[in-house]
C-alpha cells in the first residue's frame, strides 16, 4: 500500500450497454450526496443501449471539481463484465479496490482486430493485486430468480468496501429507486453481495 | 433551500428555464442536447415541442419570443448550422420577451461527426455566450440568460459541452417545483425592427455593433458571471466551461479568472486580470477563443501549445500542460504503475440490435454492390463492418442530395454504378424531403431507400411528425411519408418488408433499372420500442459446418464458437434473416415450414 488515500473518492463502474452499469451508478452517486459529500458523476450516452461498452465516473468527497477521474486515480473499480474489467484496469491505483462480476458476455464479432475472448479474464484480474474481488453477482442474482439485479449484488460488494457511507443509506436508495414489486429482490440482491464481500 | 439534489446539465437547463418562467421550448433530438426538451415536457407546465429541424425550432421559438413569451431552444452543436439562417438575422432584429439558443457542443465527438466550437457561431452572429461549468451553473445561467437576452434585446447562446450536459452534480433548487410564468409581454406591431428589409437591417446592424460594446461593458462588470480567484500571483490561468475544474485541480493555489460569459470578451477585466500575475495561460476547450483575443490585446498568453486543440480536455492533459510549462506539481504524474491500456482485447462497439430492421436492408446493399449514400441515425452502424454498406455520411439529410449529385457525376463518366440514398424516417422529415424535391424537380433518377422504424431511435426514441405523437405524448397531426412522397411527384413509391431480403433485392433490381426516381419504404418498428418477439428464436437443425455466412449479418444474437454459430435463445427475438442466407438451410424457426417464410 503507497500513500494516503486522495481526499476525493473515485469511483468506476464499467459494464456493457444495456446492463445495469448507469442505474447502479444513478445510486452510487445519489448515496453519496445523501451521505453528505459533494458528487460528480460523469459518463457518456448516446449508443450506451446497443450492446457497446460503458464507463461511469462518480467521485465525492469535501469538494470535487472534475467530474472525470484523473486517469490512473480509481479507489474503487467496479465492474460487471469481465472483458471490460481488463479493458479500463489500468484506471486503478496500484492499492485500489477491484470489485468484478464473474461474467463474460461475448462481443458481437466485427470482423476487424482481435476476435477472441480472453479466457484468462480471472487469473489476469486476479493477479491484479490483493485487492481484486471476483463476485458471482450474475450466478446469485440468477438463484433470486431476478438477472437484472446483478448490479444490486455488486452494489452490496461495493457497500463493503466503503464504509464512509453507511449501507442503510444504500437500502434507502434501493427503496426508493426501484417499484414496489421489484424491491425486496434488489434488497435481497444488495445483502448478498454485502456478506459476500464482507465474508472474503 | 432544501438540500440540493443531483441534475445533469441539461436537466438543470430545464430547471433554470422553469424557473425563469419560460412559457415555450422546441428542440429537435441530439445527443447531448436531447434532455433538455425531455425534461422540459416531463416536467410540464411549459409548453415543449419537437420541431422537424433545428431551423424550425429556433424560428418557432423566436415567433414565441417575438409575441412576448420567453422561450428556449436546444440543439446539438450543428444543428445551430440548421439554424444558422434565422440566428443570425434575429441578431439583428432582437427579442421581445427573452430568446435563449442552447449550443450543445461535442469535443471529442462522443456522438457528432464534428467538434465544432459554436462560441465561434455565436461571434459570427455577434451575440452574447454564456458558459456554465457545473450544473448548478448550468441553471444559473439559463436564468440569467433570459435577463441578459431582454436587457440587451438579443438572442443569448447557452453554450455547454458534453461533460456539461451529461455529468451531474448538486443543484440547489426545489424539485418538482411549479414556477410562475414569467409574465406576457405586450406584442407591438415593429415594422423597423422586425422587418429585415434592407433598408431597416442597415441601422439594426449598426444598433448590433453598439449592443455587443454595452455587452462588453456589462461583462466587465458583472463579477459573479466573471470572476477573479486571487490566489498565488506567479501563475494566472483565463479558463471556463468545464476546463476550469480540472484548472482548479490540478493549480489549487493558482490565480484564476474564470469567464462565464466569454462572448464578448471583457477585455478590461483581462487587463486588470493579466496586471496582477507574472504569466498568463488559457485553458479551453477547443478553439483558442479566448487565447488569440486575450493575445491581441497584447498580453503574451500562452494556450494551446500547452493544450490540446483537439478533443476534449481532461485533468491529465491540464495538469500535463502545466508540468510542461514549469508549474505543476511532477510529484503528482507517477501514478501508473498499472501500465497502459491491456493492449489485443476485442472491441466492443456499439452494434445494431438484435432483429433491427436496418440489419436486412444493409446486408442486401452490400451483397448487390450498390453505391450507397448514407446519413445521420442507428443505421450509419451500416458503415461498419461486417455489413460495410455505406460511402459516404456527412450531415442530417445529406442522403438524398448526394445521391442525385453523385449520380449525375458517375454517368458524365459513363460509371454504370448505381446509387442509393439511405434515411430514417426522423431525419426524412428533418431535412430530406427537400432533398427529394430536388431530385424531382431536377429530373434525377435516384433511388431512396427510407427505413422507418417509427422514431428517432439513436437520440433515445423521441416522437416525430412522422409517428404523429408529440414531445408531451398528445396525438398530434401526422404526416404519412407514403403521401408526402407521392404529392412531391415521386410516382414509385413501394413498401417492403426489411425482413425479406428476396423482396428487398427485387425491389432494389426494379427501381434502379427505371429512369425516375423512387422511393422504398422498409417499416420496422424499433426493437427498443417494440420488444416482443417477432417469431420464436432461431435453433439450429444440424450440426453448423461453419460457412460463416450468417456471420456476415453482425447480429449479436449470434456468436461464434470454434468457427460455428451458436444462436443465444435470449437474445434472438426471431427475424429470420440467418435463416434466409443459411446455405445448408441449418436455422429453422419453430413452425414455420420454409426458410424465410417468417
Redesign the interface.
Known amino acids: 500500500m503507497t500513500g494516503e488515500p486522495s481526499p476525493t473518492r473515485n469511483i468506476l463502474l464499467a459494464g456493457v450497454g444495456g446492463h445495469g452499469v448507469l442505474a447502479l451508478s444513478r445510486i452510487v452517486a445519489e448515496g453519496a450526496l445523501a451521505a453528505g459529500f459533494d458528487v460528480r458523476k460523469s459518463e457518456i450516452h448516446g449508443m450506451s443501449q446497443r450492446g457497446g461498452s460503458v464507463l461511469s465516473e462518480v467521485r465525492y468527497g469535501e469538494d470535487v471539481r472534475s467530474p472525470l477521474i484523473p486517469k490512473t486515480a480509481a479507489d474503487v473499480f467496479v465492474s460487471l463484465e469481465l472483458l471490460e474489467a481488463l479493458r479500463h484496469l489500468h484506471r486503478l491505483r496500484p492499492d485500489g479496490v477491484l470489485l468484478v462480476n464473474d461474467q463474460r458476455i461475448t462481443p458481437a464479432p466485427t470482423g476487424s482486430g482481435p476476435v477472441d475472448y480472453p479466457e484468462d479474464a480471472v487469473e489476469r484480474l486476479r493477479d491484479a493485486g490483493a485487492g481484486a474481488r471476483i463476485v458471482p453477482a450474475h450466478d446469485i442474482a440468477v438463484e433470486l430468480g431476478e438477472p437484472r439485479a446483478t448490479n444490486m449484488v455488486m452494489l452490496g460488494a461495493f457497500a463493503a468496501m466503503t464504509p464512509e457511507i453507511e449501507s442503510a443509506v444504500w437500502t434507502r436508495m434501493i427503496e426508493t429507486t426501484f417499484r414496489p414489486a421489484l424491491r425486496a429482490v434488489n434488497l435481497a440482491a444488495f445483502q448478498r453481495g454485502l456478506e459476500l464481500v464482507v465474508e472474503a | 433551500m432544501p438540500n440540493?439534489?443531483?441534475l445533469s446539465g441539461n436537466e438543470a437547463i430545464a430547471e433554470g428555464a422553469l424557473e425563469a418562467g419560460a412559457h415555450f421550448a422546441s428542440a429537435y433530438p441530439g445527443?447531448?442536447s436531447t434532455e433538455i426538451l425531455e425534461t422540459l415536457s416531463r416536467r410540464g407546465g411549459i409548453r415543449s415541442e419537437w420541431a422537424p429541424n433545428e431551423k424550425v425550432a429556433y424560428e418557432a421559438a423566436y415567433g414565441a419570443s417575438l409575441g412576448g413569451a420567453r422561450a428556449l431552444v436546444s440543439m446539438k452543436h450543428v444543428g445551430v448550422n440548421v439554424a444558422a439562417d434565422p440566428l443570425f438575422s434575429s441578431s439583428y432584429s432582437g427579442v421581445n420577451a427573452g430568446l435563449v439558443l442552447v449550443s450543445a457542443d461535442d469535443p471529442a465527438m462522443?456522438?457528432s461527426q464534428n467538434e465544432q466550437d459554436n462560441r465561434q457561431l455565436a461571434r459570427a452572429a455577434k451575440i452574447p455566450v454564456l458558459e456554465p461549468s457545473?450544473s448548478q451553473e448550468a441553471k444559473d445561467f439559463t436564468l440569467r440568460a433570459f435577463e441578459i437576452s431582454e436587457q440587451f434585446d438579443t438572442p443569448v447562446m447557452l453554450r455547454v459541452t458534453?461533460?456539461i450536459c451529461?455529468?451531474?452534480?448538486?443543484v440547489e433548487t426545489e424539485r418538482d417545483r411549479n414556477w410562475p410564468k414569467a409574465p406576457l409581454r405586450d406584442y407591438d406591431r415593429d415594422f423597423r425592427k422586425h422587418v429585415l428589409l434592407p433598408a431597416n437591417a442597415r441601422p439594426r446592424h449598426v444598433f448590433v455593433e453598439r449592443r455587443m460594446e454595452e455587452l462588453e461593458e456589462y461583462a466587465n462588470g458583472e463579477r459573479d458571471l466573471n470572476r477573479i480567484e486571487w490566489g498565488d500571483r506567479t501563475v494566472g490561468v483565463i479558463t471556463g466551461g468545464?476546463a476550469y475544474?480540472?484548472v482548479?485541480?490540478a493549480l489549487p493555489d493558482a490565480s484564476v479568472l474564470k469567464l462565464g460569459m466569454p462572448h464578448p470578451l471583457p477585455r478590461d477585466l483581462v487587463r486588470e486580470f493579466a496586471d496582477g500575475v507574472d504569466e498568463i495561460y488559457v485553458v479551453e476547450e477547443l478553439d483558442p477563443f479566448i487565447e488569440t483575443q486575450v493575445r491581441a490585446l497584447g498580453i503574451p498568453a500562452v494556450g494551446k501549445d500547452l493544450f490540446p486543440l483537439t478533443g476534449e480536455l481532461?485533468?491529465?492533459l491540464v495538469?500535463r500542460g502545466f508540468q510542461l510549462s514549469g508549474n505543476g506539481d511532477l510529484s503528482a504524474s507517477d501514478?501508473?504503475?498499472?501500465?497502459?491500456?491491456?493492449p489485443?482485447?476485442?472491441?466492443?462497439?456499439?452494434?445494431?440490435?438484435a432483429g433491427c430492421g436496418h440489419r436486412g436492408v444493409f446486408y442486401t446493399l452490400s451483397k448487390l454492390g450498390l453505391i450507397v449514400t448514407g446519413d445521420i441515425g442507428?443505421y450509419t452502424?451500416g458503415a461498419?463492418?461486417?455489413l460495410e454498406s455505406m460511402d459516404a455520411c456527412l450531415c442530417m439529410g445529406a442522403s438524398i442530395g448526394m445521391a442525385h449529385g453523385m449520380e449525375a457525376a458517375l454517368r458524365a463518366a459513363g460509371d454504370e454504378r448505381r446509387v442509393v440514398g439511405v434515411i430514417g424516417d426522423s431525419t426524412f422529415m428533418h431535412s430530406g424531403i427537400t432533398g427529394l424535391i430536388n431530385t424531382v424537380y431536377n429530373g434525377g433518377s435516384s433511388t431512396v431507400l427510407v427505413l422507418d422504424n417509427g422514431t428517432t431511435a439513436?437520440t433515445?426514441h423521441q416522437d416525430h411528425p412522422g409517428t404523429g405523437v408529440t414531445a408531451s405524448g398528445e396525438p398530434g397531426g401526422r404526416v404519412d411519408i407514403t403521401a408526402l412522397c407521392r404529392a412531391i411527384g415521386i410516382r414509385r413509391v413501394r413498401d417492403v418488408d426489411p425482413y425479406d431480403i428476396g423482396a428487398l433485392e427485387t425491389a432494389l433490381d426494379e427501381e434502379l433499372s427505371v429512369d425516375e426516381p423512387s422511393v422504398i419504404i422498409c417499416r420496422a418498428a424499433c426493437r427498443?420500442v417494440d420488444r416482443t418477439p417477432i417469431a420464436p428464436a432461431v435453433h439450429l437443425d444440424i450440426e453448423c459446418p461453419g460457412c460463416g455466412t450468417c456471420?456476415e449479418l453482425?447480429?449479436?444474437a449470434?456468436?461464434?464458437r470454434d468457427g460455428m454459430a451458436v444462436i443465444d435463445p435470449e437474445v434472438c427475438c426471431g427475424c429470420g434473416l440467418c435463416v434466409q442466407v443459411c446455405p445448408f438451410c441449418g436455422l429453422r424457426i419453430e413452425g414455420h415450414d420454409t426458410a424465410g417464410a417468417v
Open positions: 440540493p439534489i443531483l445527443t447531448p462522443h456522438s457545473d458534453t461533460r451529461h455529468s451531474m452534480s448538486p468545464v475544474q480540472y482548479r485541480e481532461n485533468p491529465d495538469e501514478r501508473s504503475e498499472n501500465g497502459g491500456p491491456a489485443s482485447l476485442p472491441v466492443r462497439p456499439p452494434v445494431l440490435c442507428c452502424l461498419l463492418r461486417p439513436m433515445g427498443l456471420f453482425g447480429c449479436p449470434i456468436d461464434e
